[in-house]
RNA sequence: GCGCCCGUAGCUCAAUGGAUAGAGCAACAGAUUUCUAAUCUGUCGGCUAGAGGUUCGAAUCCUCUCGGGCGCGCCA
């Protein structure tokens, strides 16, 4: 919130003092208290461009900003060291905020973007061949939190899943399935995993049907639900993959070569050339793949985002530089790469493997230590790092799961909100508010809207939940110190903290408990 | 071999090129006659894998080495 003010401030001050405009400068809070509450490195950044003193452009700038500050919501704009310029905001602002909070209520921490736009979103798009795995798991919850971070900053988003459920690995799984009930070995590369004997369905189609469907109880569990569920079979069907195809080869970029159709993709700095539509006629996965983005497009949308397992991460670059031939604008095509879980039963790596069956499925884990330990712990990680997540750890310490310690946080308010029985009273004076426990507590809780802008930005779940952690750290350090009950603003204060507390938990798709 | 990602405290992880690299867990020592002890306070713990380079400033950017993950199909 603070940093807008900020950004908007300079955006005044710069201009004054004949300095660039485009300058690529950040604002932050330092790393100490005393260089206050904000910081911005932009005179260090003007200097470097104009060969300038930057300490006399922190000097000029801060007189500049402080002149400005017509609100005074600052005390204090001062320039330091180096020469940054660092920031001291008032109590009387920072009061201020708690009434700001309690208008809000929900959309507290929700700020209209000027991007606007339609964003479609796709992510988990398992094979519809077996159950998910703890991998699947972690990137459902980035993509479901990323949905919410891009709904929260003004975006209109859609989610969809991919329904893989045409190729060779779907009539694998029906030969597989078939074997089995006949108490035949599966074959080599069929699927040997225990749940192929719970496969249900004559067909092959009801049997990815009835995949699909746990596979979506899975998602349910986790509260994930998709605006829509595309199914591969409708390029095909539709006649839009021979469409892509057909486009690809008016455009020169494709060659016959042993009977089939490749697309020229090593002239476009791939590693080798691929094959679009196979010998016998039949088109790729790639094939398919092109047709579906293109497809993407032409609803509409103007911006594209994907969540890829690691695995598939080699073909980015085909599919973009496919979608580029045909003309569609790749920088509006954003691809995030999700790695994948390494599980671990204690100390014992736990391999994952369709094959031989050996493998804990994302159900089991739900199962285990419940929906909300889940998402928080999949969510408190970068999506594009390795996760080494222990089982026996995930169950034992299930009492002190960081995922407890935020929403305890928000059942001790409610409680207290619960018993304190006077009503809270229409203009509570604030002014007593300045205590450091409480101005600590009051400047935490007006982070919230730039939290949730910068999430969004960089798509980063985990800053949510390392801001959970914080605010209910300073909320708990606030309530050992300071009495609530009897104390009008301090149950202000503690209210507009649940109201952030609530709104975080609820940005992660956590429950919010009101009593534990 | 080539490509992408990663390497930070004993463990799991943070840190939009910024100021003295932070949390949690584990370990140790304390705190409650009063609003939820699923809490709080303190201590211990680091040459950010290693070596160079770029600049006012590097965990972050560049090069190389080592170590790990994942790719490099007419599979998806």
Redesign the pocket.
């Given at each position: 919130m603070s940093k807008a003010i900020i950004a908007a401030l300079l955006g005044k001050a710069l201009p004054e003092l004949d300095l660039p405009g485009d300058l690529d400068f950040?604002?932050?809070i330092?790393?100490?208290p005393?260089?206050?509450d904000y910081?911005?490195?932009v005179s260090?950044?003007a200097?470097?461009r104009l060969g300038r003193n930057?300490w006399q452009i922190a000097e000029q700038l801060a007189a500049s900003l402080k002149n400005l500050d017509k609100n005074n919501i600052f005390t204090r704009i001062e320039a330091?060291?180096?020469?940054?310029?660092?920031f001291f905001l008032t109590d009387t602002y920072l009061q201020g905020i708690i009434t700001e909070i309690e208008k809000q209520g929900d959309d507290w921490g929700k700020i209209k973007s000027t991007i606007g736009t339609k964003v479609l979103l796709e992510f988990v798009s398992a094979?519809p061949t077996g159950p998910l795995h703890i991998g699947h798991g972690r990137w459902a919850v980035a993509g479901d939190i990323i949905a919410r971070l891009l709904k929260a900053t003004g975006h209109e988003v859609k989610t969809e899943f991919y329904i893989?459920n045409?190729?060779?690995?779907?009539e694998k799984l029906a030969v597989s399935v078939r074997a089995r009930r006949a108490g035949e070995p599966v074959p080599e590369d069929g699927y040997g995993g225990a749940y192929i004997a719970d496969v249900k369905g004559e067909t092959r189609d009801e049997m990815l049907e009835n995949l699909l469907n746990q596979q979506k109880a899975t998602l349910l569990a986790l509260g994930i639900k998709f605006d829509n569920w595309f199914r591969?079979n409708d390029l095909h069907d539709q006649g839009k993959v021979a469409l892509i195809v057909t486009k690809l080869n008016d455009l020169g970029v494709t060659f016959n070569?042993?009977?089939?159709i490749w697309f020229k993709s090593q002239e476009l700095g791939d590693?080798?050339n691929?094959?679009l539509m196979?010998?016998?006629g039949?088109p790729?996965?790639?094939a398919?793949d092109i047709a579906y983005h293109f497809d993407k497009f032409n609803r509409g949308y103007d911006y594209l985002i994907n969540i890829w397992?690691?695995?598939?991460?080699?073909?980015?670059n085909r599919l973009k530089s496919a979608l580029k031939v045909l003309g569609l604008p790749i920088e509006r095509f954003e691809i995030i790469?999700g790695?994948?879980v390494?599980l671990y039963r204690g100390k014992e790596l736990v391999r994952m493997s369709k094959r031989t069956g050996d493998m804990v499925t994302l159900q089991e884990v739900i199962d285990e230590i419940g929906a909300d330990a889940t998402r928080f712990f999949f969510a408190?990680?970068?999506v594009?790092?390795?996760?080494?997540?222990?089982l026996e750890?995930a169950k034992k310490?299930?009492?002190?799961n960081?995922v407890?310690?935020v929403?305890?946080a928000h059942?001790?308010i409610?409680?207290?909100i619960?018993?304190?029985a006077e009503r809270r009273a229409q203009n509570i004076d604030l002014s007593s508010l300045n205590h450091p426990e409480e101005r600590a507590l009051m400047f935490k809780l007006q982070t919230w809207p730039d939290i949730v802008f910068?999430s969004a930005r960089?798509r980063?779940t985990?800053?949510l939940t390392?801001y959970g952690?914080?605010l209910?750290?300073v909320f708990?350090?606030f309530?050992?110190?300071?009495?609530?009950?009897?104390n009008p603003a301090r149950l202000a204060l503690v209210a507009s903290s649940r109201i952030t507390l609530h709104n975080i938990l609820q940005m992660l798709g956590v429950s919010a408990?009101?009593?534990?």
């Open positions: 950040v604002v932050n330092p790393p100490q005393h260089l206050g910081a911005t490195n260090l950044i200097a470097k930057p330091a060291k180096p020469g940054f310029v660092n094979n893989n045409v190729g060779n690995q779907v591969e070569e042993e009977g089939a590693d080798k691929r094959v196979r010998e016998d039949r790729t996965y790639f398919a397992g690691t695995d598939h991460h080699g073909y980015v790469i790695q994948l390494s408190a990680t970068d594009n790092s390795h996760l080494d997540f222990d750890l310490q299930s009492n002190e960081p407890y310690y929403q305890y059942a001790r409610c409680s207290i619960k018993k304190s910068e960089l980063h985990h800053r390392e952690k914080e209910a750290a708990h350090s309530y050992e110190k300071c009495r609530v009950i009897g408990p009101e009593s534990m």
